[in-house]
């Protein structure tokens, strides 16, 4: 196969994968500030705050489309195109359950039932790290393929495995809080936004493991 000597002088698109896991960092950070807030129910920063995630969210999506409309064709790709895409089909969902949550938590103008605000919390605050991570471990990918040392693919994997056991703890902390939702909250209404609301929060960490799945599928040999 003949190789256009242009296409060796694409933009890696690690650089812009890097930006967009910045932003997932940046929204992360925005949405434990806006939840801890509204669960105090006097809070004047909520919508701010969610307006704030969703021009981050929004200049994520701007980057996830230049990615895709950008990668490069032929064999310089550093890595499998299809992992690469799922890799960035997952980190973008972090941002799109991030600002879901936001999304259902501005439902309740009266803020979290006292009974689960501790929990729900604590939830919070567990979805968080798995988020901030993920600009570590594209940071980490990003030097990994450059150098293909082994040392940093040892890193990968260690980062991946962290991001994992966050995932667990925030999964175990979800589904005590539902429990704990259907047994002290009488109002059938209020369960229902309880639990959709609680799932969504579960997904952020959910989709931030996927994400670390596939980049460990990426360094895989």
């Keep these: 196969m003949r190789l256009l000597i242009s296409s060796l002088f694409f933009k890696s698109p690690f650089k812009d994968l890097q930006r967009h896991a910045d932003k997932a960092k940046e929204c992360a950070r925005l949405f434990g500030e806006a939840a801890v807030c509204y669960i105090g129910e006097d ?21 996830k489309r230049d990615i895709r409309n950008h990668l490069p064709r032929g064999i310089l790709m550093p890595v499998d195109k299809f ?8 980190e973008d969902k972090v941002l799109d359950e991030v600002e879901e949550a936001l999304f259902w938590l501005s439902f309740r103008p009266t803020g979290i039932p006292d009974e689960v605000a501790a929990d729900f919390r604590h939830l919070v605050k567990a979805v968080i790290p798995p988020i901030e991570k993920l600009s570590d471990l594209v940071a980490l990918a990003t030097q990994y393929f450059r150098s293909r040392s082994e040392a940093q693919r040892t890193k990968i994997k260690s980062l991946v495995r962290d991001i994992r056991q966050y995932e667990r703890e925030a999964d175990l902390l979800e589904r005590e809080l539902k429990f704990k939702i259907f047994n002290t909250i009488k ?11 609680v799932e969504h929060v579960g997904e952020i960490a959910d989709h931030a493991q996927n994400a670390s799945d596939r980049m460990r599928a990426m360094i895989a040999r």
């Design 83 to 90: 992992q690469f895409l799922q890799y960035l089909r997952e």
């Design 43 to 63: 809070c004047k920063e909520f919508d701010l705050l969610t307006e704030q995630v969703a021009r981050i969210e929004s200049e994520a999506d701007d980057i």
């Design 187 to 197: 109002d059938a209404l209020v369960v229902f936004h309880l639990v959709t609301l």
